[in-house]
């Protein structure tokens, strides 16, 4: 019985492993908990090393560099178009388009390029543990979406913004798009509220459709993403009674972008290919959602 222990112990493993080569669900599942889990753990290093100066700009750029060989195993390789856009020191409300927690680890590969950035994220993220806790100290600005002040929180992040040269992220769709078909949903009037109330151009960023990832089929295999930064619209013509022009402009062009620089989607296999070892994950539900509520 002894002498069984260590086969059993072996057994474990390359059980999982035959599984995970084999069964495209199980290759899924254990993607997601791969992401959950690496991401938990790193924030809680991230969390001590920033302790000692909260919200302090750099700390983003600590946390890049950290997280940069965990979110290589993905498997996911990013190009990144318009940098040149970037180079400015100038504040604007930055909008993205939103599908997936994948989203994340594009704002990872932006950040060092956007240099003082905060996220909007919904107040629950603070309490997601050690997670939120490193949005924290990264900068975050974190809004009760249920608070009847939620619409003045978010002017006010927006004052601070440009008063340092900070760019305020926002994700204009208000929650995720995973669906297929290189579509926006609607955009909600927050951002460009808080554009128009400070006088922050627009800049839009537009991520391609992720045509390795389908959470319908449980299927994500590694693959290309591609970030193009768009030039910044000036809001300085726009007032709240022409927002509405405001709005279709930038999500006109972002939807076009979309179609521009995303690639078809392949053929699927059942299988996860074998001569791959990435991994790759599929989303964080709400915990990576950083919207804006208002639509009005």
């Not at 100038?90 to 993205?96: C, G, I, L, Y």
């Not at 929180?153 to 929650?175: C, Q």
Request: aromatic share 8%; net charge positive; proline share 6%.
């Amino acid at each position: 019985m002894t002498g069984s222990c260590p086969l059993l112990w072996c057994a474990g493993p390359l059980a999982v492993y035959v599984l995970y080569k084999l069964s495209s669900k199980c290759n899924f599942i254990l993607k997601i908990a791969y992401l959950y889990t690496t991401h938990m753990l790193m924030a809680c290093v991230v969390s001590v090393l920033c302790l000692p100066r909260p919200r302090h700009p750099d700390n983003g750029l600590l946390a890049v560099k950290i997280m940069k060989p965990v979110n290589d195993l993905l498997g996911i390789q990013w190009t990144i178009e318009g940098l040149e856009l970037l180079d400015t020191e100038e504040s604007a409300v930055v909008v993205m388009n939103h599908q997936s927690s994948v989203d994340l680890l594009a704002l990872f590969e932006l950040w060092p390029h956007l240099k003082k950035v905060a996220p909007i994220a919904k107040k629950q993220i603070l309490y997601a543990g050690p997670f939120g806790l490193a949005c924290y100290l990264l900068g975050c600005v974190f809004i009760d979406r249920k608070s009847p002040t939620s619409r003045e929180d978010v002017i006010t992040a927006g004052v601070e913004a440009k008063s340092n040269g900070t760019k305020l992220l926002i994700f204009p769709e208000g929650t995720r798009n995973g669906k297929k078909g290189l579509s926006l949903l609607p955009f909600k009037k927050g951002a460009f509220h808080v554009a128009l109330d400070t006088k922050m151009p627009i800049l839009p960023i537009v991520v391609s459709e992720y045509n390795f990832l389908d959470s319908q089929k449980m299927i994500f295999t590694p693959g290309h993403g591609t970030i193009k930064v768009l030039p910044r619209i000036d809001t300085s013509g726009y007032n709240k009674e022409n927002i509405n022009d405001l709005v279709e402009l930038t999500r006109s062009r972002m939807l076009e972008t979309l179609k521009e620089i995303s690639q078809p989607n392949p053929t699927h296999s059942s299988q996860p290919s074998s001569s791959s070892s990435s991994l790759s994950a599929h989303s964080f539900g709400d915990h990576s959602c950083l919207s804006d509520k208002k639509d009005s």
